[in-house]
């Protein structure tokens, strides 16, 4: 375990069932909005962060014995988004690290090798393939093909990136190519072992990071570019140091400040990315990338309150129909900010939201993907 | 346990909402009042969406004589609804969550277990009104919180009793309407037939029967709204001034609390200089339409100049703060909950004459049972219309929850307080949490055998919430 015992136990015992961290701070708006998807969907009060974290109490003090359905849903359909912490811990100030929590509840729980078999399938796949999806064909772009092994920037592009939403790999190697800024992808990439680690897997992922970081040493890169917010997480929280800077594309392109973009006439809503908002803090670079090519208008759950889109902590895989009922109340939230186009910042939550969003006239966005069309080639 | 017994439940409420699952159990074992009440799992968890479900349910557990707890949405309840018995049926009614109706005309409310008083605001807003708000989170359960008489202290003036009838399901079956309800559709008034009995069956931890749906009152929200707050060194000190105040019936939330804790809270936020204001603050909220607003704040005037109490000048932002908390429901005065990670309160109805002498007690049982000075909190809340000068008084003690030996000497407190408290007089109980019902009955007579005799009546197989009284 990463934290010990007595430290969870502690945390466990600090929460006193008030239950504000299922509701997004009212006053400001006086209107009665959900923040945690998992206890929203299921009911059952296992399913909110203090009924789940009594499941854990009972593990640790050994009264829960046996991996029943109940105990795996209560604990594998939740998407780690935080939502529930960050509400905490604006109130109370007291740190209850839920999410890391939850995390370590997984391990706990994958020790005992009560896990669910769709996680364990990832979890072979990776094995076989080196990537979340088992897909055999290394996935070329047209722009990977003027990768210069060598340069400072090495773009890391990802499981999901690569292989379900393609168009935000190739956006982002045509940003470089546009910008004139020399770039290189991994000859070999294999997964972050961001899935892994969520789902409680975590010895599987060591491999994975051990490649990954004497690949990035290899490359003698200086900056790490990202696309994926869940990766990105992963190479800063459970990474060992590697000397190399960790930046998120929205953090790249708001540092290259004047990009010549033309503005594209819509009006968008942003959708805050879990891992990119409440996981690492970056809540203006997307913003302020966003605003320079599009009109944005503001839902009503942001930031640290956002709604979770409902894809992550190996729900999507796991809990299909769970993700998708999260991903389309955020798409019935965009529609009541009255704007044509949901705009993300992570291929997970674009995926998800395009699904939640076929048949609701509802564009779905990466910020990368707007900045490209915008740039004059 | 009979083993058809959950596939009969499933063919009332669907597969979905009933379970013996152990870890969905396990996650309603405890509340945040486990130092005195530890976790138990039920055997059951059953989430009934509507009356006629609740109504089945009850019956065959009667049938069974299968404990039945109520729950709505498990917060702010004291050990209420962690089972006493083994085997026992955890009903959760958090899926029957409608606003039957709201009645701007009427000024009342009807709904159902699973509405919020966060849920309900969001509706009756639009006619500017409000429910009265009980110190709670806003996430607590109006129904219950009505039901089991909680406190409504952030707006003193809209009295104590807001409950105008109610709708209660028996374990026979047979479902109980009070007040006007029972008489016609129009479920405003209080008083029916006969007796009170909308009364004789509150603050019964759903000992009775499950309330389905109920009717309260709604208050009017004002655009004309003034804050005060007004530091006194001691309690004593502001006996007085809050007196004038309840008497004249010039402000619509009064509350003294101390600069340590719910003064925090009041404000919104940890951080400020706390420390160097006057040790009690009376935190005050005057409102009303034109002329008779401006009329009230001219006297509340005066009577502070009057009171000698030190007028504070807090930023704005925290006299925004109060107003939303009091007049809005309590969400960041929950923030009391991260003064040290747990909190502790004796809740209880006394007169203002005896303020001072309550938290003279307070400090002294503290301090004799191990509980250090700086844990050790007050708030006392006046009650309109006054009489009997009625207040609301919390002896508070924000500490570690999980510091084990500190809830040793919560108990000790408890065990020495309660004892204490009914020799100095108090008028009653916030609630029959742990521990009170047993020295209180004591004191009662004949009243006692008499309640048990009435709980025999409506449940003579004991089934409802079993052992949380007698």
């Known amino acids: ?377 | 346990m009979n083993q058809n017994f959950l596939k009969f439940v499933h063919a009332m409420v669907g597969e979905e909402n009933a379970t013996d699952d152990r870890a969905i159990c396990a996650s309603y074992s405890r509340d945040q009042h486990w130092h005195f009440v530890p976790a138990r799992n039920p055997a059951y968890v059953v989430r009934p969406a509507n009356k006629e479900e609740v109504k089945k349910v009850l019956m065959l557990a009667n049938e069974e004589k299968i404990p039945v707890i109520p729950y709505s949405t498990g917060i702010n309840v004291r050990g209420l609804t962690i089972p006493v018995h083994e085997g026992s049926i955890l009903l959760d009614l958090s899926r029957m969550n409608r606003i039957l109706e709201i009645n701007p005309a009427m000024k009342t409310a009807t709904v159902e277990p699973g509405v919020t008083f966060g849920m309900l605001l969001e509706k009756t807003k639009e006619y500017k009104l409000r429910p009265a708000f009980p110190d709670a989170p806003l996430t607590v359960s109006v129904l219950v919180n009505y039901y089991l008489r909680g406190i409504y202290q952030t707006a003193a003036a809209d009295g104590h009793d807001h409950t105008l009838s109610y709708e209660m399901v028996l374990p026979n079956g047979e479902i109980i309407k009070t007040g006007s309800r029972s008489l016609s559709e129009m479920p405003y008034f209080r008083y029916g037939v006969g007796p009170d009995f909308t009364g004789v069956f509150c603050a019964h931890p759903g000992t009775c029967g499950v309330v389905t749906e109920l009717t309260a009152k709604l208050y009017r929200l004002y655009d004309n709204k003034k804050v005060y707050f007004i530091g006194f060194d001691d309690v004593s000190a502001s006996t007085k001034f809050i007196y004038n105040l309840m008497h004249d019936e010039l402000a619509a939330s009064i509350r003294l609390v101390d600069n340590q804790s719910w003064l925090k809270g009041i404000c919104g936020t940890f951080d400020y200089r706390y420390e160097e204001l006057p040790k009690f603050v009376l935190c005050m909220l005057v409102e009303g339409v034109d002329g008779i607003f401006e009329a009230k704040d001219k006297l509340v005037v005066e009577y502070i100049k009057e009171s000698r109490g030190k007028v504070l000048e807090f930023p704005e932002e925290f006299k925004r703060t109060f107003e939303e908390e009091s007049l809005g429901g309590a969400e960041k005065s929950c923030m009391v909950f991260g003064l040290r990670g747990n909190y502790h309160c004796i809740g209880f109805y006394g007169p203002l004459t005896l303020a001072a002498r309550y938290y003279e007690l307070h400090e002294a049982t503290a301090l004799e049972v191990g509980i250090p000075e700086d844990h050790v909190h007050f708030y006392l809340d006046p009650i309109y219309n006054f009489h009997g000068q009625l207040c609301y008084v919390e002896l508070d003690i924000f500490y570690d929850g999980s510091d084990l030996e500190f809830g040793e000497k919560l108990r000790n407190y408890n065990e020495i307080q309660f004892q204490r408290l009914l020799d100095l007089g108090i008028y009653g109980w916030f609630r029959p949490y742990a521990g009170i019902i047993q020295p209180t009955v004591e004191r009662i007579g004949y009243l006692a055998e008499v309640w048990k005799k009435f709980l025999k009546v409506l449940d003579p197989n004991e089934i409802m919430n079993r052992g949380k009284l007698f």
Not at chain 1, 25 to 35: I, K, M, Q, V
Not at chain 1, 90 to 110: D, H, K
């Open chain 1, 1 to 377: 375990m990463k934290l010990e015992r007595e430290e969870i136990l502690s945390a466990i015992y600090h929460c006193v069932k008030c239950k504000l961290c299922s509701i997004s701070s009212f006053h400001p708006t006086e209107e009665w909005l959900p923040l945690c998807p998992s206890g929203r969907f299921y009911g059952y009060q296992a399913f909110y962060a203090p009924g789940r974290l009594e499941i854990f109490r009972e593990i640790l003090e050994g009264e829960l014995s046996e991996p029943t359905e109940g105990l795996l849903n209560a604990v594998y359909a939740c998407t780690l988004c935080g939502a529930c912490y960050e509400k905490c811990k604006q109130i109370t100030s007291v740190e209850i690290r839920l999410p890391e929590l939850f995390e370590e509840l997984r391990g706990v729980l994958v020790n005992k090798g009560w896990f669910l078999d769709t996680h364990r399938k990832i979890a072979e796949k990776i094995k076989e393939t080196r990537n979340a999806y088992g897909e055999k064909d290394k996935y070329k772009y047209e722009y990977e093909a003027k990768s210069l092994y060598g340069t400072d920037v090495l773009y890391y592009i990802g499981c999901t990136a690569r292989y379900r939403v393609p168009e935000i790999a190739d956006s982002m190697l045509q940003i470089f190519d546009k910008l004139g800024i020399k770039y290189q992808v991994m000859e070999d990439e294999w997964c972050c072992g961001s899935v892994l680690l969520r789902t409680g897997q975590v010895e599987d992922a060591k491999v994975l990071m051990e490649h990954n970081i004497e690949e990035i040493k290899r490359s003698g890169a200086k900056t790490v570019v990202f696309t994926c917010p869940g990766c990105l997480k992963t190479f800063e929280k459970d990474y060992p140091d590697m000397a190399v800077e960790l930046v998120h594309s929205t953090q790249l392109l708001t540092r290259l400040g004047n990009m010549k973009v033309k503005r594209l006439g819509m009006e968008v809503a942003y959708h805050d990315p879990c891992h990119l908002g409440r996981d690492l803090g970056i809540y203006e670079e997307p913003r302020a990338v966003l605003k320079e090519v599009a009109d944005v208008k503001a839902m009503k759950r942001e930031r640290e309150q956002a709604w979770c889109c409902g894809s992550g902590g190996g729900v999507k895989s796991a809990y299909g129909e769970f993700a998708l009922w999260s991903a389309g109340e955020r798409i019935k939230e965009a529609k009541g900010a009255g704007v044509e186009a949901i705009v993300s910042a992570c291929p997970f939550c674009k995926r998800n939201l395009r699904e939640a969003a076929e048949n609701e006239g509802m564009k779905v966005y990466d910020v990368v993907e707007l900045v490209n069309r915008s740039l004059e080639g």
